[in-house]
Every structure is written in C-alpha cells, then in structure tokens.
C-alpha cells in the first residue's frame, strides 16, 4: 500500500498536459516520447518506471527497442536491438505489448509484420529481468498474432491481433484454455493491450497508425464468471491515438498513442 501510495502521488504531480481534451473536457497527463516511433506498440509500468516496446527505428524500418521513463515523465535509457530471435524461417519478430510483473518484463513478439501465410503466423512471449533488461527466457506460444498479455487466477492470459479470443496459459506459458470474445473488430483489427481489474477484463482494440483517418475503436470491456467473458460496453479512448498497448498500475491507466507517439496517463475512474 506505501508503494502504491508513492505512486499516486508521483502521477498526481508529473507530467505535461495534453493539447486537445477527451470527451469529458479534461486532458490527459501524457509522457512524450523522445525519438520518433519509440511509442508504436506496448506500455508497462511498475512502481517507478514506465517501459514502451517499438519494433520500428527512427527510420521507420522494423527493429526492437524497449524505452525505459521515470514515473516522473523523464527518459532514462533504452534498449536497442532487445529481441533479434526469428522464426524458423529466418523472419523478423516485431514487439507487441509487454507487461511488468514481480521483478521482470514480458513482451509478445510475432511474425505478423514480416507477411508469412496466416498458417505460419506464430508468437512468443520474452521474459526481461529488471531493472537492467537481460533477456532470461523465451516461450513459444503458437499460432496466431499475439499482441498483449496480463495475469489473473495465477495464470497468463494472452489476446491476439487477428483471433477474437483470449486464451490462458500456466507459469510457463504451457496453453490451458481458449475463451472467445464476443466484440466485432474493426478494419484496423483486434486487441493490442489488455488488463485485468477484478474479474474484469478491458482489451484496447488497434487504432489508426496516423491522423486523419478514425479515432481509436475503443476499450472493450469484459466481465469473467469463471466459464466465459461476458461483454458490458465498449469505452471511447482518452485520445485519438491510444489505440495501442494499455496498463493499469495502481489506479492509473497508461495508453500507448501511437499516431502522437507518447503515453497517455488516466484515472481509472475515468472508464
């Protein structure tokens, strides 16, 4: 309780805010990122430090680099080069959404991007020791594009770009169980970021890669009765953008916006 104290009032005080408001008139707090497309896919938080996944270089071509912010907004270090794995065709492996949890970071990779037959469409999950970022394990996950993944009833759950469901797995990642998820996905595709409040379940659907196109889809949310995810409502995003990776830490929720490349900063009594 002490940390999570700390950490309400860091947020509280931190932060810059943003330019155009939500659709309650209130602007979000947001951590800018300090190269271009450092914010193109994942965001995890801990006690004092927040961590976003990018698998694109400042050129725009595909490479992983994980970002490392003081809770407080300032820039800390990143790691270039942090997932350089293939699949067993020698294609690249793009970041996901990662998730920070008892000392380490996990981050989905997949193959999506390097274009393989929807048949050989295949994901991990890499697990990172913090705070020095040393790769320590890798699992194979299977088919499918994995994008996100959270912990509930001691287990992983992990969601997909082009699989509208989530599917549990074990301390291992070792597949348990595969439960769908009722919401129609949009042109851009399926969830990017999850989180677990309770027995509720919020999936961040992909939004737009640039202005001027839709704002984000939305934030669907779920409720789990311990055989199925019942769908409650779909929640408008704080941002244009913030169609990406999201967290919640405490009672704070952190969007990955990609098109402004930056993370947004809510309450969670703002869904």
């Known amino acids: 309780m002490k940390r999570l104290f700390i950490l309400k009032i860091i947020v509280a005080s931190m932060l810059s805010f943003s330019a155009s408001a939500n659709s309650e008139g209130v602007s979000p707090k947001f951590i ?57 065709k020698m294609r690249f492996m793009s970041f996901g959404d990662c998730f920070a949890a008892k000392g380490f970071l996990y981050a989905t990779v997949y ?67 595969a439960y769908p998820l009722s919401a129609q996905f949009g042109g851009e595709g399926g969830y990017q970021g999850i989180f677990f409040k309770n027995d509720d379940l919020y999936g961040n659907l992909h939004g737009s890669n640039e202005y001027g196109k839709a704002y984000a889809q939305g934030l669907d949310h779920y409720r789990f009765d ?17 169609g990406q990776g999201v967290e919640r830490v405490g009672t704070y929720v952190f969007w990955a916006d990609r098109p402004g490349n930056k993370i947004i900063i809510t309450s969670e009594n703002a869904l």
């Open 32 to 88: 800018q990122m300090n190269k271009f497309y450092r914010g193109w896919q994942g965001v995890a938080a801990d006690k004092d430090k927040v961590y976003v996944t990018s698998d694109r270089d400042v050129d725009f071509s595909l490479s992983n680099t994980i970002s490392v912010y003081g809770i407080s907004g300032k820039y800390l270090a990143e790691k270039r080069m942090a997932y350089t794995g293939t699949d067993k």
């Open 111 to 177: 193959n999506f991007n390097s274009g393989p037959p929807e048949k050989e469409r295949i994901s991990r999950v890499v697990k990172y020791r913090l705070p020095d970022l040393k790769q320590v394990a890798q699992y194979d996950i299977g088919q499918g594009t994995a994008e996100s993944l959270a912990t509930y009833k001691g287990s992983f759950w992990v969601v997909y770009h082009d699989r509208n469901e989530i599917r549990r797995f074990d301390s291992k990642f070792r597949f348990q169980a």
């Open 226 to 242: 311990g055989h199925s995810f019942k769908f409650i409502e779909r929640i408008k995003p704080p941002t244009y953008g913030a």
